[in-house]
């Protein structure tokens, strides 16, 4: 039996150990509790760890994998999910005071689905308060890997964290402007937002209904895939899920990556990213076409009608979501949550409905576009990971903005669509901060953005890094 | 005939919004927090009036839904 490092294992590469009998499902969830121990007192992306359950769970699959039995790719697999998803029997937070003590009756349609694979649930992870964008005082960062000093991004920030530094072999977090993809850029690990509808919602808490997604953050795009497939699948609970739509990660191989056509917004490239992020993207953009058929430059809707669009359903639907804790403990909340809360409180319908108006004109919009390129490419960020000093404003090339502000306006407009997009790691700084790039494709193509982001991770034939904090310290279980 | 623009002052609206939240919704906002809030609520009420003055008639909303629902008619 030959040792394997668990910190740079992938879930397909852990599924392939099981069934060569290299590895056992208790053995790999036992290394990870351990790391987790052994790390997390430092980066708290963990709010609670389901040891006992965890041990349990794997113990039943590594005796039905010596009795023959495999359920799948996620069978036996270590995973922890962004506590905003109910968990029956384990407390789910929010990180947030307001939901500090509860514990759900019943999981997520997701948690379910993931438990019915055979995956192992580690516990449950920080995040952003009630996935705002503001870290509760209470709870604390998830502290970055990659450099302490700087944030891990949100609002899946422990999501974000625990995969990149090996705690777990991926996690699910959730995206309602970019808080999948923005954490997985800064931390340096695969985050895809699925089409809106293709995976449940059901038991996860909204932050807005028409703008939230579930998704699986992972080290590599493959593992994206099989984590997508576990999840996703008609939820009639759901109001917003789309019936007869399924995932394969499988279909990911069909696709003719060559024959694929890109498009670049390079008005936004020009406008809105910072100068050095800016020329590590256009390197993967040339790395990548090389891999396609072509690569042209698009003009995408006006950035400001997007990130007005967005704020004017952001904002009112999460204060709706809201008023209960807001009218009876608003003393609860981080300030800056209570403050965005407070003021989505004040928005007109109309301007509510208008938003939702022109977002029928905008996805028809970017449906034109995809009549001339199948992926659209762009930052994931508009900067690297900022300092976690900054509180309100970001600074791109010399010119601040409003934090929100800065990083909606990239990964906020395939909310407003509801079509996917993935985070996949395409370099680093000069400081040595990883750098995401995005791509973006039509509804219910996940498996095109994957495929083509898969090819982009082959060609830039990057081994798996690990952040300089764990690097050194990783286990190796036989 | 063309509609004349409508002239917002979103700071008076800012104003008269967040004086809605307390009895409107029984949130705890005295003078003090009134004053943290207008900046972020003009903000925000200016996303709002641009979008309101520059959508077409005639255009329905598109809701929670399957995407294909979204497609204009």
Redesign the interface.
């Known amino acids: 039996m030959s040792a394997v490092d668990v910190a740079a294992l992938t879930i397909a590469e852990a599924g392939a150990a099981f069934r060569e009998g290299r590895l056992s499902p208790l053995g790999l969830t036992e290394a990870y509790l351990d790391r987790i121990q052994r790390f997390d007192g430092e980066l708290n992306s963990f709010i609670t760890v389901t040891a006992d359950q965890a041990r349990a769970a794997a113990q039943l699959a590594t005796d039905e994998l010596a009795a023959g039995t495999n359920r799948g790719a996620l069978y036996g697999i270590p995973l922890a999910y962004k506590d905003l998803i109910a968990t029956a029997g384990v407390r789910t937070t929010s990180a947030s005071r307001i939901h500090a003590n509860r514990i759900p009756r019943t999981d997520a349609t997701v948690v379910k689905a993931l438990a019915a694979s055979g995956a192992v649930m580690l516990g449950k992870l920080n995040m952003l308060e009630c996935a705002y964008g503001v870290v509760h005082p209470d709870f604390g960062p998830a502290l970055n890997p990659w450099s302490t000093a700087h944030s891990s991004g949100g609002s899946s920030s422990g999501s974000a964290v625990a995969v990149a530094a090996g705690l777990c072999l991926g996690a699910l977090g959730t995206d309602t402007g970019g808080s999948i993809r923005i954490p997985a850029a800064w931390c340096g690990v695969v985050g895809h937002k699925p089409t809106y509808g293709l995976v449940s919602r059901h038991g996860v808490d909204a932050l807005s209904w028409s703008l939230d997604h579930v998704g699986p953050m992972t080290r590599t795009v493959q593992d994206a895939a099989i984590l997508l497939e576990g999840i996703a699948g008609y939820d009639p609970r759901d109001p917003g899920s789309a019936p007869n739509r399924h995932f394969r990660a499988a279909d990911l191989d069909r696709v003719e990556v060559k024959r694929l056509r890109v498009g670049v917004p390079r008005a936004l490239l020009d406008s809105a990213v910072d100068r050095e992020l800016r020329g590590l993207v256009e390197q993967a953009i040339e790395q990548l076409a090389a891999q396609v058929a072509t690569v042209e430059t698009v003009d995408l809707p006006s950035s400001a009608e997007l990130l007005s669009v967005e704020y004017m359903i952001l904002y009112p639907e999460a204060a709706a979501e809201h008023q209960p804790w807001l009218r009876t403990q608003p003393e609860d909340y981080a300030p800056l949550t209570r403050e965005r809360l407070e003021a989505g409180s004040t928005i007109p319908a109309i301007h509510y409905i208008d938003a939702h108006r022109r977002r029928r004109v905008l996805i028809e919009q970017f449906a034109q576009i995809h009549e001339r390129v199948d992926v659209l490419v762009l930052p994931s960020a508009p900067i690297a990971a900022m300092p976690l000093s900054a509180t309100t404003e970001l600074t791109i090339n010399g010119e601040r903005t409003d934090i929100f502000d800065g990083l909606i306006r990239i990964t906020g407009p395939f909310n407003v669509t509801g079509a996917p997009a993935v985070s996949v790691p395409c370099g680093e700084t000069a400081d040595g901060l990883p750098v995401g790039l995005q791509l973006a494709g039509r509804h219910f193509e996940d498996h095109v953005v994957l495929a083509a982001a898969r090819e982009l991770e082959h060609a830039r034939a990057a081994a798996l890094q690990l952040p300089p904090l764990v690097v050194d310290r990783s286990l190796e279980v036989a | 005939m063309t509609d004349p623009p409508i002239s917002t002052d979103t700071y008076a609206a800012?104003r008269l919004?967040?004086e809605?939240?307390a009895p409107l919704?029984?949130?705890?906002?005295d003078a003090m927090?009134a004053a943290?809030?207008q900046p972020?609520?003009e903000k925000?009420?200016r996303?709002?009036?641009?979008?309101?003055q520059s959508?077409p008639p005639d255009?329905?909303?598109?809701?929670?839904?399957?995407?294909?629902r979204?497609?204009?008619t």
């Open positions: 800012s919004m967040i809605t939240l919704y029984g949130l705890k906002v927090r943290e809030l972020l609520v925000l009420l996303h709002g009036a641009q979008l309101t959508t255009l329905e909303p598109y809701f929670v839904g399957p995407p294909s979204a497609r204009a």
